[in-house]
């Protein structure tokens, strides 16, 4: 959306710069969290089982606060006709 806005307003060249400049920042950390990942051991410390595990529960959490809100807000919402 952001490419498209640029491009309407500015020109391709403007637009691609646009993307490459709100991509990169993302990219590199990916890329960066990705070589931080390649370089633990075969067996994790328990402190990160702890956060891996919370990150699911609250996970689970959001899903189900999703799915609560939907069916008090939208009570004749079908998911399949």
Same mark, same amino acid.
């Given at each position: 959306?952001?490419?498209?806005?640029?491009?309407?307003?500015?020109?391709?060249?403007?637009?691609?710069?646009?993307?490459? =400049?709100?991509?990169?920042?993302?990219? #590199?950390?990916?890329? +960066?969290?990705?070589?931080? /990942? &390649?370089? @633990?051991?075969?067996? =994790?410390?328990?402190?990160?089982?702890? #956060?891996?595990?919370? +990150?699911?529960?609250?996970? /689970? &959490?959001? @899903?189900?606060?999703?799915?609560?809100?939907?069916?008090?807000?939208?009570?004749?919402?079908?998911?399949?006709?």
């Amino acid at each position: 959306m952001l490419f498209n806005l640029v491009m309407y307003h500015a020109g391709l060249v403007c637009a691609t710069f646009g993307f490459f =400049l709100w991509s990169l920042p993302g990219a #590199l950390g990916m890329f +960066l969290l990705s070589i931080g /990942v &390649g370089k @633990i051991s075969e067996v =994790l410390p328990g402190p990160i089982y702890g #956060l891996l595990s919370g +990150l699911n529960a609250s996970t /689970v &959490g959001i @899903i189900a606060l999703a799915a609560v809100q939907v069916s008090i807000y939208y009570p004749d919402f079908m998911f399949m006709n």
